[in-house]
């Protein structure tokens, strides 16, 4: 078994909200926490943001010191987690050259994670048949082989993310698997850790839509004031049938609900509200009918508070000095090109590609024609 190596990252295009959260960064805490691994990784991946954000550079680089920040609040301390950004590490891009050879177009039209995205961009052309249209970038339409190169180059083994990532992986494990075939045994599969449960996989807008989505303004961010959630919290999108008090409350689609199955805990109650032991009791009596939108909202907003108040805390103490928050950067990513660059002399051997520090190959080629 290898040693464990764990390793994630975001895309830098806006600052980072509780879906975020409850989706991948309170698992990386924890693991930051738990210790027993040989190397932590978490980066920013902008190169990846450019691969639908090329014409946009500026989104990007503004929220580098955001994510940076969103990182440091939420407790990723960079003296147990090498933090860098993706695109000052190289050797990504000459691995993921050698990587293309392993795959087929065909395979990437497969991975589901990116025929939705290039729906969503409007990449493809018209029609339900025609994802793959003339429109679509190839640095976008490859970015699932870049992502496997991200995380092979550091041979991690546990990748945290959320479910939506799952294709990445899944194609990421084929690649390392093609590549050991050939060349022998270099890399290590990674495997996924999601989310602990349903709700915290895939957490709503305050809408009640499917996705929190900045364009969509339904998102509560980490770094926003107790004020603005407040607002955010009170117009939450519940239950359209839940009309009157007496009328039985619906938890499917409810987004204070789901929320609530991310966030709350039995200790919430005894809290601020101890009128039930916990979240089961609450929504036996919603769903009986007789309990109002606002007090569960102004529960949620509590419970909320009382996880996000020391992060925001935190951030505020880390935005005094953006300055350092940089240089931690730039040390988090020399550090992770030592290892980026112990693996690809590891790959370029591996792939016979090492001519000059190969003693061997001089001495062989010598020969044959000293014959
Ligand atoms: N695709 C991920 C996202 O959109 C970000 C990412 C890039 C990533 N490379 C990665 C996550 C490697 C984990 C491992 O959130």
């Not at 679509?136 to 945290?160: E, N």
């Not at 916990?278 to 996880?307: I, Q």
Request: glycine residues 8%; charged residues 25%.
């Amino acid at each position: 078994m290898a040693e464990k190596v764990i390793l994630t990252g975001d895309r830098p295009t806006g600052r980072l909200h509780i879906g975020h959260y409850v989706g991948s960064l309170r698992r990386r805490v924890q693991l930051q926490n738990e210790g027993g691994y040989k190397d932590m990784f978490v980066f920013i991946a902008d190169a990846q943001a450019l691969t639908d954000n090329f014409d946009n550079p500026e989104k990007v680089r503004q929220n580098i010191i955001e994510v940076a920040l969103d990182y440091l609040a939420c407790g990723l301390d960079p003296s147990k987690v090498t933090i860098f950004v993706q695109s000052a590490i190289p050797e990504l891009a000459e691995l993921s050259f050698y990587f293309m050879n392993l795959v087929t177009v065909a395979r990437l039209q497969r991975n589901p994670t990116v025929k939705t995205e290039i729906k969503m961009r409007g990449f493809g052309a018209e029609g339900e048949d025609a994802v793959f249209g003339s429109g679509l970038p190839v640095g976008f339409f490859t970015y699932p082989i870049s992502q496997a190169a991200d995380i092979t180059l550091f041979k991690a083994t546990t990748v945290p993310v959320g479910a939506d990532q799952k294709p990445m992986l899944e194609q990421t494990v084929e690649i390392v698997r093609k590549f050991n075939s050939i060349y022998g045994d270099t890399l290590v599969e990674p495997e996924i850790v999601l989310p602990e449960n349903a709700a915290s996989q895939r957490l709503p807008g305050t809408d009640g839509k499917a996705k929190m989505s900045k364009s969509l303004g339904n998102c509560i961010y980490l770094g926003e004031s107790a004020e603005e959630m407040h607002k955010k919290v009170m117009s939450m999108y519940t239950d359209p049938l839940h009309v009157n008090l007496s009328d039985p409350g619906h938890l499917e689609g409810n987004a204070v609900f789901t929320y609530l199955d991310a966030f709350c805990k039995d200790g919430h109650f005894a809290e601020f509200w101890p009128d039930y032991a916990n979240l089961d009791e609450l929504k036996d009596h919603y769903t009986r009918g007789g309990l109002g939108d606002v007090k569960c909202k102004k529960f949620l907003e509590k419970v909320l508070n009382s996880e996000l108040e020391p992060i925001r805390a935190r951030r505020k103490e880390f935005e005094k000095d953006i300055p350092s928050v940089f240089a931690m950067l730039q040390e988090g990513t020399a550090k992770a090109r030592e290892t980026a660059a112990r693996t690809m002399d590891e790959v370029r051997s591996a792939m016979r590609i090492n001519y000059f520090s190969d003693k061997a190959l001089i001495e062989e080629q010598a020969r044959k024609y000293s014959l």
